[in-house]
């Protein structure tokens, strides 16, 4: 395994750490493939029964690589969440249309379907970017510390590409998370149902492994039967039908922005969307 994610078991649970600390664990096609690797070594472990996203260094992760030194957007790589042609090489807006359909809804939805239970341990940042990687898991709990951002809208965007946010903040909340951009608290994110539960920073890996050994000692297939039952009523709900539907928008504000700003994210880069998140709401 490569060192951009980290996994560790013990007993029934899979540990997996993104581990990018130097630059907020921002996601890069390199680090989502080998995310992808770990949780797929987690699914093929008889003894593991439940797994653990969480982020080494001081935040979750920071959202989609937007401007560090291993930014790989117009990289090839090898499509394993769908069928996919190259995008490297193509042209307009094809490009991000096809890449993102792989590296970033693509993989999110994979996830959200493996057949084990996931926790997100969310503390600190979790951005954008960030959020998709803890929507697609079944529980998040989070320590004091964090909060949480979807501020793509700046960038003319609407939300980020796993657009669960109207599922899992309800449709009134999901706008106005959305409209300002700013901060969410952890507590904020407890009352809106976003997450489901809150502790102190330095009671969060405790918490975390609480629950899952609890989960643990369930039976494997029930467990894997329960979700898909969970996963099933949010797709009857409209969770499938909304991101295919929106992830076409999406990528018209992708193209709106290469023909009418600087890039296809408006012309935005790290620095300007962290100025837009330094004030708490
Ligand atoms: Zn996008």
Same mark, same amino acid.
């Given at each position: 395994?490569?060192?951009?994610?980290?996994?560790?078991?013990?007993?029934?649970?899979?540990?997996?750490?993104?581990?990018?600390? /130097?630059?907020? @664990?921002? =996601? +890069?096609?390199?680090?989502?493939?080998?995310?992808?690797?770990?949780?797929?070594?987690?699914?093929?472990?008889?003894?593991?029964?439940?797994?653990?996203?969480?982020? @080494?260094?001081?935040?979750?992760?920071?959202?989609?690589?937007?401007?560090? $030194?291993?930014?790989?957007?117009?990289?090839? %790589?090898?499509?394993?969440?769908?069928?996919?042609?190259?995008?490297?090489?193509?042209?307009?807006?094809?490009?991000?249309?096809?890449?993102?359909?792989?590296?970033?809804?693509?993989?999110?939805?994979?996830?959200?379907?493996?057949?084990?239970?996931?926790?997100?341990?969310?503390?600190?940042?979790?951005?954008?970017?960030?959020?998709?990687?803890?929507?697609?898991?079944?529980?998040?709990?989070?320590?004091?510390?964090?909060?949480?951002?979807?501020?793509?809208?700046?960038?003319?965007?609407?939300?980020?590409?796993?657009?669960?946010?109207?599922?899992?903040?309800?449709?009134?909340?999901?706008? /106005?998370?959305?409209?300002?951009?700013?901060?969410?608290?952890?507590?904020?994110? /407890?009352?809106?149902?976003?997450? @489901?539960?809150?502790?102190?920073?330095?009671?969060?890996?405790?918490?975390?492994?609480?629950?899952?050994?609890?989960?643990?000692?369930? $039976?494997? %297939?029930?467990?894997?039967?329960?979700?898909?039952?969970? +996963?099933?009523?949010?797709?009857?709900?409209?969770?499938?039908?909304?991101?295919?539907?929106?992830?076409?928008?999406?990528?018209?504000?992708?193209?709106? @922005?290469?023909?009418?700003?600087?890039?296809?994210?408006?012309? =935005?880069?790290? *620095?300007?969307?962290?100025?837009?998140? *330094?004030? /708490? *709401?």
């Amino acid at each position: 395994m490569s060192e951009l994610v980290l996994y560790e078991a013990e007993g029934p649970i899979a540990w997996v750490s993104l581990n990018r600390p /130097e630059y907020r @664990n921002a =996601q +890069n096609v390199a680090l989502l493939r080998e995310l992808d690797a770990a949780y797929g070594r987690a699914m093929a472990d008889d003894a593991i029964k439940v797994v653990v996203l969480r982020g @080494n260094g001081k935040h979750f992760s920071a959202g989609h690589d937007i401007g560090t $030194p291993g930014r790989d957007i117009d990289k090839a %790589f090898e499509r394993v969440a769908t069928p996919w042609y190259p995008h490297d090489n193509k042209p307009g807006a094809e490009a991000a249309y096809v890449r993102e359909a792989d590296a970033y809804l693509g993989l999110c939805r994979r996830w959200r379907d493996m057949p084990k239970p996931t926790i997100a341990m969310v503390h600190g940042a979790c951005i954008a970017g960030g959020l998709m990687l803890a929507w697609c898991c079944d529980l998040i709990v989070a320590s004091d510390d964090a909060f949480f951002a979807d501020p793509v809208v700046r960038m003319g965007i609407p939300g980020v590409e796993y657009f669960a946010h109207a599922h899992v903040l309800g449709p009134r909340k999901a706008k /106005e998370f959305l409209f300002l951009g700013g901060r969410m608290s952890a507590a904020d994110a /407890e009352r809106a149902g976003m997450i @489901n539960r809150v502790v102190p920073r330095d009671e969060l890996e405790g918490a975390v492994r609480e629950w899952a050994l609890k989960i643990g000692e369930m $039976p494997r %297939f029930g467990l894997a039967l329960t979700k898909q039952a969970i +996963n099933m009523a949010e797709d009857r709900m409209g969770l499938r039908d909304t991101m295919d539907g929106v992830y076409g928008l999406h990528h018209l504000a992708h193209a709106h @922005n290469t023909l009418a700003s600087a890039d296809y994210i408006g012309g =935005q880069d790290v *620095k300007s969307m962290k100025a837009s998140l *330094k004030e /708490e *709401k």
